[in-house]
């Protein structure tokens, strides 16, 4: 997905962005409305927010993909990865918890400062673990995983769920013209991990998925433990958020109702 883009590519690019702008200025209104219109701790004004919350998460993958597709080349700068991690680690494990799974960190460094695109790397690794947390049944454990292997920083996400199918794992790495209407409910549009593909491949890395029926699987990124020393400054990034809560977006899919009470969501 890294390779310049064709005119077929560039065209659903531009397409992409400006259906994803519409989205944007009309999910706007529709959250004021929400504001008004509910008791902003009923159950159901959290089922009106769950749903509020994937559609904006669905418009900022939409944007994401148009980046990959016009074959985009992020900025990148020297960041801590390992601290960048075990903040991502902090902000997720409440409402793991609160979804009935733990999630736990491992790390064999304290520091690892490595050039990468940090709101790039905070996506990849949101749709990591919102995968994991779809898969993982409750009770169970996902872990989020950070060492070197040589000159390279290896980042992976393992869930206890039932696996993929042995054929599934590199088709879901590729971003299908047709998905399967059966995979829809488990592994949506299938733009999450096309999207992790191409983060990581823009970083000169790769991504790989592991699994074991019935065992559960592991998501491992590898990037090249390379810090600049002529790393650009950071970009002004777009706010995406819109001002809610990052975290409750990154895994919104994966959530159940309760996470989307008026708590969560300040």
Not at 132 to 151: D, E, F, I, Y
Not at 154 to 167: E, F, H
Request: glycine share 8%; proline share 6%; net charge negative.
């Amino acid at each position: 997905m890294t390779q310049m883009p064709d005119r077929s590519s560039a065209a659903m690019a531009a397409l992409l962005s400006s259906v994803s702008a519409d989205l944007r200025a009309n999910l706007s209104g529709i959250q004021s409305a929400l504001d008004r219109a509910f008791d902003s701790q009923s159950k159901d004004a959290a089922l009106l927010y769950q749903s509020y919350y994937r559609i904006l998460r669905l418009v900022g993958n939409m944007d994401t993909l148009s980046r990959a597709l016009e074959g985009d080349a992020p900025y990148q700068q020297n960041r801590d990865v390992a601290a960048l991690c075990y903040d991502m680690f902090l902000r997720c494990e409440g409402l793991f918890a609160q979804n009935g799974v733990t999630l736990k960190y491992s790390c064999d460094k304290e520091s690892v400062v490595s050039a990468v695109n940090a709101p790039l790397l905070q996506q990849l690794l949101f749709h990591l673990l919102s995968n994991a947390l779809k898969a993982a049944p409750k009770g169970s454990t996902v872990t989020l995983q950070l060492r070197l292997a040589g000159k390279n920083i290896l980042l992976s996400v393992t869930d206890q769920g039932q696996g993929l199918p042995a054929d599934k794992g590199e088709e879901l790495l590729h971003l299908q013209r047709t998905p399967d209407p059966m995979d829809l409910s488990l592994h949506g549009p299938g733009m999450g991990l096309p999207i992790c593909r191409w983060i990581a491949e823009s970083h000169g890395g790769s991504i790989t998925l592991l699994s074991t029926p019935g065992k559960g699987c592991t998501a491992t990124v590898s990037l090249p433990n390379r810090p600049s020393s002529n790393a650009p400054a950071e970009e002004p990034a777009a706010d995406y958020h819109g001002g809610f809560n990052p975290t409750l977006l990154g895994l919104a899919d994966a959530l159940g109702w309760e996470s989307f009470t008026l708590p969560n969501r300040d």
